[in-house]
Structure formats: structure tokens, C-alpha cells
């Protein structure tokens, strides 16, 4: 375990007459990546928000280092952040944002053209400097933003969904770029999104969160193959989510039929959630020895590298991933393997999430752009 | 019909304009009789006659004092007011808001009458002088504070609430960051209140009536130059006023056009 | 963020010794006799002058209207010119109201005169003299000509945003010229025409000045009345308390008449500059 720079304990916020956050603990170690990653309103920003001072919890403490520092204000704070819409000061060029900080500390001169310019190498915006911000394209814009905090030489930096106002293609660069960044300057990032790809793609630590409360801390692989809970495994990628009973140590009953597994520790008959991924099935003859289930195809969607295709099985419909194509109405046979069974405790998400039965591709879409609202709570 | 429109529109702006042309033409009539009909010949008697006028050059600077007095004040005052409003939760905004717009809606006479009453009261409990310049000054920050806080209030509304954050995150402390990121946001706000304040102060007769006592403010005194009916003075002094307006619109407007097109020029350069 | 009510602070303080005392003096004035006990006598004398209000609230209506319907057409034209000519046309509207309303009115005064300027230019012309000044209609023209841009500014200002595509797509579903401004820019504009009247209505109902000028003795208004209580003849601040009171409530009254018909929230004056 590294290091930890920055330590909540037992924290609460209520903000406009509602508890965000209760009880939340979370260790943050030094030089980690780590993303807060969860549906609007689930308190991520809250918690980001909590760690730069601009929010005083009602109860709990922050702790830097080994140092308390709930009732420090922001401005004596050695950690910076990136504003979601990156608040470059509308009145400064390019320069004077970046040079803000040391201005205040009251470096001199060429020390301060020396950092500005280093940091304007670093997010390739090199001969901007006398620009105004008006003048930048978003990207640039963040460009700025992620230069004028990293001046100030921050030990901790917070990102609040800085990548969401970019469109998808400079959203890609600029995560390979802030990773890039990360690893150079060697300080811990506190990354808040709402996209689980991008959490997955750039973080040593995803904290999955939701109702204000932590859901699952994990690496990102881990966090992909072994979900605590329903929601995490939807919130996740795509998930088959059923209603399972663990008869013992490493052999569980779903969907009709007894499966090896690689979970234990549930005890003797106790009902729980299984999750299988779509792409780890395996369509098969109905009459093939390694199948499984049976179910009938009911919708086949096209989607570049692999097909999607919906199995209902007994009524409870399947999503499968697959490169192998079938036709609506046929009947298949699913494979599974022990690897490919999950087991999750029940929870409060249980039955929630994971039957497909309601998914058409509208419904898909209405998901994603309800997702990239602004989490503003 | 497009001629109607423009035949409709000139007619209007004659409307507007015509008595105004014919005050300044009459500025300039020689004429023993005060005829206001007769353009009987070209002078500049009455602008002499009005700058030897000890009274209006009083009047004039009572005026300016009251107006930049004011207009200081209620600049500064609602500016702090603005910025606290601004941070006010819902009810207790609607309360304020609601006590701001109170004198724009209500009747210039009320609202003077009721100063009228309050400082002669004020000055038969604690002695006190009489109502005057003081008095004045209070009503004038009194009627111009709404204006201020009214074309502040959308600056700190338009702006990003997290820049006066970022500056606190960059290491600013609060004071400071509020003159370095917000002030400068807000800036043409408060400028633009602080004209308006200015312009009414200067324009107010209404409530400086009931609040003067015995000082002469122009206005008041234009009141009772028009009282004596006959006085082409009256001409040219509305004459030097329009003028002096006139450069000061045209002032302001083409620092506006030229600060548009650099930003037009900014924009251009992506 | 956490001395916000200290920054307040002085303002509040402000408004209640200016504003929220006074109007209190007011009414405790209104409601007390010379010797400051309690009577209604003075409200009850308010009844004597009904004929004044009457006719302060019916030569302020008339305003009110002819300015509406002189001044939405002008809105409309400089809303719809190209930029440039708004700014400019803008100016020329405003020009005017900065210039002193007591110079503004007193130049009417030299032009309605019996042997004024528009008599002789009527003289001229071989047309009889009228008599123009010391009337109602001479009042009304006052108020118009004082008071109309505070009607078009605020139509302007909210037809200007009205969206284009918003009209074509009305043409677009089959609405005629007179169906576009009938069923959709004139509600648009609704809450410009409302806070358009507020701003003519008001001072044009307590106005004192342009009565005193152009409506010689007979054409008494609520606002004569008023200035005769306090600083006239007729000194009773009590019953001057009194018919300001009055007053007050006739136009709160008329505002949430007016108020009824928008959907917005907020009427004022904000929309000057």
C-alpha cells in the first residue's frame, strides 16, 4: 500500500437540505491515479470538492498526510484543481493564468517566465502564451487549465470531469495526455467522470460510487471482473445480472442448471447474484454438448467488431457479444465456463439491473446521454 | 407599406425631437420682446447672461457635488449589496430583491414625500440642521442603489462561479481573490450602474424637490425658472446640456464600437 | 462565503432607514391628526378628492395606451433592422430622455401656447387658432412625449430576442403576416408591453409637474395634490400621508392587474440600459 496522502474519515456533507454524503471514508495514496467514478448526483464531486476546502463537511475530517486539514481554506491548500469548465480568469491572457499562482507567492520573475514556459511546453501549447483565453478552442482552453494548476506545483490534483466538454475524439487524446502528464510529474490525480471507459482506461484506482456511498475501490481490472454488487457490474460495461443460489464452495445453480465456480465463502444455499458477461458467452448448436441454456434470438445488432445479439431464455432475456452472427428467431445454445460465472452477495441493487428485456437501442441512447449530464451535487 | 413604415417612423422621431430643435433654435433669438414665436435675429446674449448667473453656476455645482457624491457611494454599497444577494439563498433573496425593486416601482412622489417626512422628523428629534445637502445626498444613494444593483447583479450571475474558487484553489485568499477574478468580471457592471447613477442623480427633480429644503439644485432651479414663465435663458441652458449629453452618448458609443470590433477581431483570430 | 449576510449587511441597514422607515412614517401619518393620535379622518377626506383620482388614473390610462400603440410599431421596426441601424435607432429614442423632463415639458409649454409656435405656424397655413395649452389633451401629450421611450425600450429589448426561426416557423405551418404577430410575436412580447405600461403608467399617474406646466389650474392631479399638502398652500402633510397612501395602493393594485396577465416572474424596471 502506498503511501497516504490524502485520508476522509467518517465525513458528512448536506448540501441545500440533502445528506450527499454520510459516513464516507476513503485513503487516497501518494503518486495514484484515481477516478470517482459514478452516475450523476452520486456525491463524486461533493467528495472532490471536500478535499480542495470549498466545502466544509458537518462532520468528519480531512486529513493530509498525517496533517489535519479540515478547517484549512482552499488558498492554504497544496492541492490544485481543474474546474469542470476550467474557470481560466476571462480578463488574463494565456501568461498571466498560468503565471496566477506564483504571482501570489510572489516568486520572481524569471522564475516565473521559466515555469511558464516549461508548462506550456509540457501541454504542447508552446508560443501561446500572449493569446487570450477567449481566443482558445476548448482543448486549448484545458490545455491552460492543467498548466496554470500544475505551476502552483500542487502535492495532490483534483479533476472535476474535466474531459466533458471536449468532443470524443480530442477526449481521447487528452486522456492518453493527462495520463502522460501524470506519470511525468509524478503526483497524485483525483480524477472524477461519469464515464466508466474513461475510468477504466486511465486510472490505477477506480471508486465506484453511488448514493453517495462507495460501492467498490478496486483496480480497474479488478473492479471489471470481480463487481461487488449488481450495480457495479451494470454500471461497469454490460452485464447479465441473475438471480443465482450458491449450493456450496465453488459450485452455484443458475438459470435452472449447477455450475462449477470460483467463488467460496457464501455458505450452503444462499441466494445470490451471478453475473456473466456478454462477450464471455459462447453461442453454440442447441444440440452441442457444451450448451448450456437454450434460448431463441430476438433482436441482432451490427456493431463493427462484434454482434449483439438478445437470447431469451425462458423469458429472461441474454445479451451476448459475439463475432459469430445468428439470425432473429433462431434457437442457440449459450456455453459458459466456470471463469466466466461470477458470484455477488445480494444488495440493495438486487433485481434492479442486468435483464435486457426492456433494451432496444433508443432506450441504450437515452442511457448514455443521461449519464453525461453535469453531476452537480 | 414600406413607405408607411418609414413615413411613420421619421414623423415619431420629429415628435420627439421638434421641441427640443426649437428650444435651441430660440437659444439663439435677439429679441427685446421674449417673443417665443418671432425669430427676430441672432444672438449669444442669453448663454452670456446664463454663465454670469450666479445662481445656476451654483445650482450647477451643488448638482455635480450631489451627483458624484452619490453615485460614489451607491456604487460602492451596491456593489457589496449585489455580491451578497448574489450569495443569498432563495427566500431571503426574494426578500431583498423584492426590497430593491421597491422604489423603482413606486412613485417618485411617495418615495420623496416619505424622505421628506423621515428627515424632518430626524431633525426635530436630534436638532440637527435643517434639510439640505445631506439630505439630498441620502436620497440620491437611496433612489440610484437599485439601478447599481440591477445591472451588477447579471455580471455575477453570468460569471463562473468557479473562477473566484480557482483563484482561492491558486493559492489567493479570499479578499484578495474577490479584487483580482471577480472585480474585474463585474467591472463593466458596476461602470454602467455608476453612469446610470450618475445621469439620475443629475436629471432627479422629483424626489430632490420634496428632500432640498433651501439648497438649488439645477433641476430645481430650472423649475422655478419655468415658474417665471419668460426666460430664453432656460433655451440655452437645455442647449448646453444637450450638447454636453450628445458628446458624451457619441463618447461612450464609439468606445462601445471600437471595443465590439477588437473582440469581433479577437474572435476572428482562432 | 461565510460573511455573506455581513456583506448585506449595509445595505439592509440602508433600505430599512430610507425606504421601509419612511413608508412606515407615511402610514403612521396618514392614519394620526395634527396632535399624532390615531384617527381615520384623513383617509376619509381622501373620498372629498375621487373626481382628481378619477381623472389622474383616466388621463394616465389614456398615456399609457397612445404610447402603446405609437410606440410597439417603432419597437417592432428597430427590433427587425439590421444591427447596425438598432444601435443607432436606440440611441435616438434615448437621446431625448436624458435630457431634463422639466426643459422637455417646458418646451411643449412655448409650443402650445395660444401665441405659440404651432398657432402661428396654423396662422400660417390660413387655419384658425386652437387652444391647445392649459388642457387635458395637452396633459396626455405631455405624458406621451415624456414618457414613451420607457415604453419602447422594454419592447425592444424583448422583441430583439425574439428568435427569427421561431416566425418562419410559424410561416412555416401555414400562419399569414397578421397570424404571425397575432399568435406569436405579440404574446411573445408580453412581458415587454407589461413592464412597458408599468413604466409609463406609473409616473404618469403621480406626475405633478406636467399637469402644473401644460394643464394650467384645472387639470389637477393626484400628484398637485400631493405636492399642495407638503410644500403648497393647502399644508396638511396628515392628508398628503394619506392620498400618497392612496395612491401607493391604486398602483399595486393596477400592477397585480397587470401581473395577471404575464407568466414571468419578474416586472420591473430593470431593462433601461
Known amino acids: 500500500m502506498l503511501k497516504p496522502i490524502i485520508t476522509l474519515k467518517d465525513i458528512a456533507v448536506t448540501l441545500g437540505g440533502e445528506q450527499v454524503l454520510k459516513n464516507f471514508n476513503l485513503t487516497i ?28 463537511p458537518d462532520a468528519g475530517d480531512v486529513f493530509f498526510g498525517e496533517q489535519k486539514i479540515t478547517d484549512v481554506p482552499p488558498h492554504k491548500r497544496a492541492v490544485n484543481t481543474i474546474f469542470q469548465k476550467y474557470a481560466l480568469f476571462p480578463h488574463l491572457n494565456v501568461y498571466e493564468n498560468i503565471a496566477f499562482g506564483m504571482r501570489i507567492k510572489g516568486k520572481k520573475e524569471d522564475e516565473i517566465r521559466r515555469t511558464v514556459n ?95 456511498q462507495i460501492q467498490q475501490i478496486g483496480t480497474p481490472i479488478d473492479v471489471y471482473n470481480e463487481p461487488k454488487n449488481a450495480f457495479v457490474a451494470d454500471f461497469i460495461g454490460e452485464s447479465n445480472i441473475l438471480d443465482g443460489t450458491m449450493v456450496e464452495d465453488y459450485l452455484v445453480e443458475v438459470a435452472g442448471q449447477r455450475f462449477k465456480s470460483l467463488d467460496s465463502g457464501f455458505g450452503t444455499m444462499a441466494p445470490v447474484d451471478v453475473v456473466i458477461r456478454p462477450e464471455d458467452i459462447d453461442i453454440v448448436p442447441t444440440a452441442s454438448s457444451a450448451a448450456h441454456v437454450a434460448g431463441v434470438v430476438t433482436s441482432v445488432t451490427f456493431k463493427g467488431v462484434h454482434y449483439e445479439i438478445i437470447v431469451d431464455v425462458d423469458g429472461f432475456k441474454w445479451m451476448i457479444q ?29 433485481g434492479k439491473f442486468g435483464d435486457y428485456s426492456s433494451f432496444s437501442e433508443e432506450m441504450g441512447m437515452a442511457r448514455l446521454s443521461s449519464g453525461k449530464e453535469a453531476d452537480d451535487a | 407599406m414600406k413607405i408607411l413604415l418609414k413615413i411613420y417612423t421619421a ?62 457611494c451607491a456604487t460602492v454599497l451596491g456593489t457589496l449589496a449585489a455580491v451578497g444577494i448574489n450569495r443569498l439563498k432563495k427566500l431571503p433573496r426574494r426578500v431583498m430583491m423584492n426590497i430593491t425593486n421597491f422604489p423603482m416601482v413606486n412613485p417618485e412622489i411617495v418615495t420623496g414625500v416619505s424622505m421628506m417626512l423621515l428627515f424632518v422628523a430626524a431633525t426635530g428629534l436630534f436638532g440637527g440642521k435643517n434639510l439640505g445637502m445631506w439630505t439630498l445626498i441620502i436620497a440620491h444613494i437611496t433612489f440610484c442603489l437599485p439601478y447599481v444593483i440591477l445591472s451588477v447583479l447579471p455580471k455575477l450571475r453570468q ?34 450602474g455608476m453612469i446610470m447613477a450618475f445621469t439620475l442623480s443629475i436629471d432627479d427633480f422629483v424626489i430632490s424637490y420634496f428632500t432640498s429644503g433651501t439648497t438649488q439644485t439645477l433641476p430645481i432651479y430650472i423649475y ?17 446640456l444637450f450638447v454636453c449629453i450628445m458628446a458624451l452618448l457619441i463618447l461612450i458609443n464609439v468606445r462601445q464600437s471600437k471595443a465590439e470590433k477588437e473582440q469581433r477581431e479577437k474572435g476572428d483570430a482562432r | 462565503m461565510r460573511n455573506n449576510k455581513l456583506i448585506c449587511a449595509p445595505y439592509t441597514v440602508w433600505m430599512t432607514l430610507f425606504i421601509i422607515v419612511p413608508m412606515g412614517l407615511v402610514a403612521f401619518f396618514a392614519f394620526t391628526d395634527r396632535s399624532g393620535a390615531f384617527t381615520l379622518h384623513n383617509i376619509a377626506q381622501v373620498g372629498q378628492y375621487s373626481n382628481v383620482f378619477l381623472r389622474s388614473i383616466w388621463l394616465g390610462a389614456i398615456a399609457t395606451a397612445v404610447s402603446l400603440l405609437l410606440g410597439y410599431p417603432l419597437a417592432y421596426i428597430i427590433a427587425r433592422a439590421n444591427p447596425s441601424r438598432q444601435s443607432a435607432l436606440v440611441m435616438l429614442v434615448m437621446l431625448p430622455m436624458w435630457m431634463n423632463f422639466l426643459l422637455r415639458t417646458y418646451a411643449w409649454m412655448t409650443l402650445l401656447e395660444d401665441n405659440g409656435l404651432l398657432n402661428a405656424l396654423l396662422t400660417a397655413v390660413g ?67 407589461i413592464s412597458g405600461v408599468t413604466m409609463v403608467f406609473v409616473p404618469a399617474v403621480s406626475t405633478f409637474i406636467i399637469s402644473k406646466m401644460l394643464g394650467g389650474g384645472g387639470n389637477l392631479l393626484i400628484g398637485d395634490l400631493i405636492d ?46
Not at chain 1, 467514478?37 to 464531486?45: E, Q, R
Not at chain 1, 494548476?149 to 474531459?163: H, R, T
Not at chain 2, 484553489?169 to 463585474?186: N, R, S, T, Y
Open chain 2, 159 to 192: 460569471m463562473n462561479p468557479n473562477l473566484y474558487e480557482a483563484a482561492q484553489d491558486l493559492g489567493c485568499p479570499p479578499i484578495p481573490a474577490f479584487f483580482k477574478v471577480v472585480l474585474p468580471e463585474i467591472m463593466p457592471g458596476i461602470i454602467t
Open chain 1, 322 to 350: 459475439t463475432t459469430d452472427s445468428a439470425k432473429v428467431g433462431d434457437r442457440i445454445g449459450l456455453a459458459l465456463t466456470p471463469d466466466d460465472i461470477h458470484v455477488m452477495a445480494r444488495s440493495e441493487y438486487s
Open chain 1, 29 to 56: 495514496g501518494d503518486g495514484e491515479f484515481v477516478t470517482l467514478l459514478g452516475p450523476s448526483g452520486c456525491g463524486k464531486t461533493t467528495v472532490l470538492r471536500t478535499i480542495g476546502g470549498f466545502i466544509t
Open chain 2, 224 to 240: 422655478t425658472m419655468t415658474r417665471r414663465r419668460i426666460s430664453p435663458e432656460i433655451n440655452a441652458l437645455s442647449t448646453v
Open chain 3, 228 to 273: 399642495m399638502q407638503f410644500l403648497g398652500s393647502a399644508y396638511n402633510p396628515n392628508l398628503g400621508s394619506a392620498i400618497s397612501l392612496v395612491l401607493m395602493v391604486i398602483i399595486l393594485i393596477c400592477m397585480g392587474i397587470m401581473n395577471q396577465f404575464d407568466d414571468g416572474e419578474e416586472v420591473g424596471g430593470g431593462m433601461l440600459l
Open chain 1, 118 to 212: 516549461e508548462m506550456l511546453h509540457m501541454v504542447n501549447l508552446d508560443g501561446m502564451a500572449r493569446r487570450g483565453v477567449g481566443s482558445l478552442s476548448g482543448g486549448q482552453q484545458q490545455r491552460v487549465a492543467i498548466a496554470r494548476a500544475l505551476a502552483n506545483e500542487p502535492k495532490v490534483l483534483l479533476l472535476d470531469e474535466p474531459l466533458s466538454a471536449l468532443d470524443l475524439k480530442l477526449r481521447k487524446d487528452m486522456q492518453s495526455e493527462l495520463k502522460k502528464i501524470q506519470q511525468a510529474v509524478g503526483i497524485t490525480f483525483v480524477f472524477v467522470t461519469h464515464d466508466q471507459e474513461e475510468a477504466l482506461s486511465m486510472s490505477d484506482t477506480v471508486v465506484v460510487m453511488d448514493k453517495g
Open chain 2, 11 to 72: 414623423l415619431l422621431f420629429v415628435f420627439l425631437y421638434a421641441p427640443i430643435l426649437v428650444l435651441i433654435v430660440f437659444s439663439f433669438n435677439d429679441t427685446q420682446t421674449s417673443s417665443r414665436t418671432q425669430f427676430s435675429g441672432f444672438t449669444l446674449r442669453w448663454y452670456e447672461r446664463l454663465f454670469e448667473d450666479r445662481y445656476i453656476l451654483e445650482a450647477l455645482f451643488n448638482t455635480l457635488l450631489i451627483a458624484v457624491v452619490s453615485a460614489v
Open chain 3, 127 to 193: 387655419l384658425p387658432r386652437l387652444h391647445m395649452i392649459n388642457t387635458a389633451g395637452a396633459v396626455v401629450l405631455g405624458m406621451v412625449y415624456n414618457y414613451i421611450p420607457y415604453m419602447i425600450l422594454p419592447l425592444y429589448s424583448v422583441l430583439t430576442k425574439i428568435d427569427p426561426s421561431v416566425i418562419e416557423a410559424a410561416q412555416d405551418l401555414g400562419a399569414d403576416s397578421k397570424k404571425v404577430f397575432l399568435k406569436v410575436i405579440f404574446p411573445m412580447s408580453m412581458p415587454g408591453v
